[in-house]
């Protein structure tokens, strides 16, 4: 059962740069990084990230804080190449799919208007003359 305490009185107030509890959470953190430039320092933009994380800040908080605390970390980190993952792949294969699609039916709206003749003959014709948009 949780015990609750009533009218607490909060003698002194004190900033500090790491917690000492495990569980305990920093809110506000003023210039964590300004602090710990000059002491420690970084390989990698994601280990500095990640040290941030790990003395209390949200994976976003970390992220711009060390972006902001080491600017040639991160500009390295972004030069590197970038590997195209599964789902990226996916939705680019499903982005040209739908460009492939829409320029078909701009073709078929195009030439049935144009001929005066229905969607689906003007279909076959653009089969025959195009015969890679449907490859």
Do not use: W
Not at 65 to 75: D, G, K, S
């Amino acid at each position: 059962m949780k015990r609750v305490m009533h009218d607490l009185k909060i003698d002194e107030l004190s900033a500090v740069t790491s917690m000492a509890q495990t569980h305990a959470k920093a809110v506000i953190m003023k210039s964590m990084t300004k602090q710990k430039a000059d002491v420690v320092s970084f390989a990698t933009f994601e280990g500095a990230c990640e040290y941030l994380r790990k003395a209390g800040l949200a994976g976003t908080e970390a992220m711009r804080e060390a972006r902001n605390a080491y600017p040639q970390l991160f500009a390295k980190s972004q030069e590197r190449d970038h590997v195209q993952t599964d789902e990226e792949r996916t939705i680019a294969k499903a982005r040209a799919g739908r460009a492939r699609q829409n320029q078909i039916d701009v073709l078929i709206h195009g030439i049935a208007l144009g001929k005066c003749i229905s969607r689906t003959d003007a279909l076959r014709l653009i089969r025959k003359s195009n015969p890679e948009l449907f490859d």
